[in-house]
């Protein structure tokens, strides 16, 4: 993991009502206080639950996630909500070109791309997804396709910004299967994922951009994923719905 400073983020989905995302966000705030804690730590409710969720992280090293958001600040947009409307009720991330939102709602890159100019000029940290789909990785395009991926999701991001970017890399397969990536299928991925932030941004800005890892992450397998080189800690659905298992990946403080 170099010495980046690892991240554990929990996408909650299209789970929880009010009440339920509260009382999971307070077993957080309790477990939190417990212990030692090696890692920024996000949790990503739905965009009704994102004000209480944070009302109950304050003062806490909890940050808050949107899940998506539009890429204008307003207007006629039915349904949708922007990463200022995300800021305002307490987010400071933004989970953006999650697999999900690309297979069921058709995003796109250069759409990612879009709403995170938008995130940064809200005061959001984005969580930019990439990953192959089955298909993808059994017909050999892996890396053809994340690369592209990663490539269309930065172009255009102010270069100022692009040092403190998060990217999670999450095999589609591995989302919400219980297959997860071996160890060695996901440091091959970031670490190629590195190499391209090299040539394309530089070095320097390459080693400190996190890149996660995402899929079907648990409490048995998060220690060998964040040993990896190129992991920098993990983007996590479904064991992150239950207090004691999200905070059961979090790496406490290194001894010193
Ligand atoms: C996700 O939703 O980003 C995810 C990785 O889900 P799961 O951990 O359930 O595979």
Not at 112 to 124: F, I, Q, Y
Not at 231 to 251: K, M, N, Q, R, T
């Amino acid at each position: 993991m170099a010495d980046r400073h690892p991240l554990i983020a929990g996408n909650w989905k299209m789970n929880l009502t009010v009440d339920e995302a509260v009382d999971l966000a307070a077993k957080i705030r309790a477990g939190i206080a417990e212990r030692t804690v090696g890692a920024d730590v996000v949790v990503g409710p739905t965009d009704l639950c994102v004000e209480a969720v944070s009302r109950e992280l304050k003062g806490t090293i909890v940050g808050v996630a949107g899940q998506n958001m539009h890429k204008e600040r307003s207007g006629a947009y039915t349904g949708e909500v922007s990463g200022e409307m995300l800021r305002a009720a307490g987010a400071n991330w933004v989970i953006l070109g999650h697999s999900e939102r690309r297979q069921y709602f058709g995003e796109t890159d250069a759409g990612v791309a879009a709403k995170a100019v938008s995130a940064l000029a809200a005061g959001l940290k984005p969580i930019l997804c990439v990953g192959e789909t089955l298909e993808e990785r059994e017909s050999g395009r892996t890396l053809e396709v994340v690369l592209g991926q990663v490539d269309g999701v930065l172009a255009g991001l102010p270069e100022n910004e692009l040092a403190g970017l998060t990217l999670a890399y999450e095999p589609v397969w591995a989302i919400g299967t219980g297959l997860t990536a071996s160890n060695e299928q996901a440091q091959e991925v970031h670490g190629a994922i590195r190499n391209r932030l090299a040539t394309n941004l530089g070095s320097a800005i390459a080693e400190k951009i996190r890149i996660l890892y995402g899929g079907s992450v648990k409490p048995d397998n998060v220690a060998g994923l964040l040993a990896l080189q190129d992991v920098d800690g993990a983007l996590v659905g479904g064991a992150s719905l239950d207090a004691e298992s999200f905070l059961s990946l979090i790496p406490p403080l290194p001894s010193t």
